[in-house]
């Protein structure tokens, strides 16, 4: 009788991984394994190696973001609505902040590379409901709104995440959005009220 694999040692095996890689510990077959009730056969029944480990925790950190998405109630407001996507994208880097560098290390493969750009898509689509609901010109490409949005966001998260700037930092991310969201044909005042909404949908975090 073929034995099933079980979920949750996958699961268990990922969380621990990111645990590790939380305290700068090293990542090798044996200290993966230790403290979680499984032999090192599981690394490779669940993941092929520790090659497929790593296309694995790359794979969950873009998971963990389409599920932050996802999560974000749409607004009738569509700038509030992308505001509070990217307030979204910081919150789970912030929570994440593992899981959120190896998402973004391109010498490792990702299992599903669809997945992974379904998670722009998100942006894209809201970029696109604030642009035909009349707040952004009709020529606006979203896809390229939504890229340099993205760029905000990463760029703030990484000088705060695991850089040297204070949570406050984040604060940041109001003016800045403002400012390319009236790049792309908002009105200022009205803008500056949306962003600061959809961004105060973040979560409280310490100074």
């Known amino acids: 009788m073929v034995r099933l694999k079980d979920p ?10 990111a645990q590790m890689l939380r305290a700068r510990e090293p990542i090798t077959l044996r200290s993966l394994v230790a403290g979680t009730g499984v032999s090192t056969m599981a690394v ?3 993941f092929g190696g520790m090659d497929g480990l790593w296309k694995a925790l790359r794979q969950e950190g873009f998971t963990r973001l389409a599920d932050r998405f996802a999560s974000v109630a749409v607004s009738n407001d569509p700038v509030q609505h992308l505001a509070a996507l990217s307030a979204s994208y910081v919150d789970n880097a912030l929570d994440h902040p593992d899981l959120y560098r190896v998402m973004f290390d391109a010498s490792v493969d990702l299992e599903d590379l669809g997945a ?5 898509e998100y942006l894209v689509q809201a970029v696109r409901g604030a642009r035909d609901g009349g707040r952004f ?3 606006v490409d979203p896809l390229e709104l939504a ?4 760029v905000i966001d990463h760029g703030l998260v ?3 995440a695991n850089g040297p700037l204070p949570h406050s930092t984040l604060d940041q991310g109001i003016p800045l959005l403002t400012a390319l969201f009236v790049q792309a ?3 200022p ?6 962003v600061e909404k959809g961004w105060e949908q973040r979560a409280p975090r310490e100074a």
């Open 44 to 46: 490779y029944t669940y």
């Open 147 to 150: 890229t340099q949005s993205w």
């Open 116 to 120: 992974a750009d379904a998670t722009l």
């Open 137 to 139: 010109h009709a020529d």
């Open 185 to 187: 044909g908002d009105e």
């Open 189 to 194: 005042d009205r803008c500056r009220v949306s």
């Open 8 to 17: 949750a040692v996958r699961t268990r095996l990922i969380e621990r991984a």
């Open 158 to 160: 990484s000088l705060v």
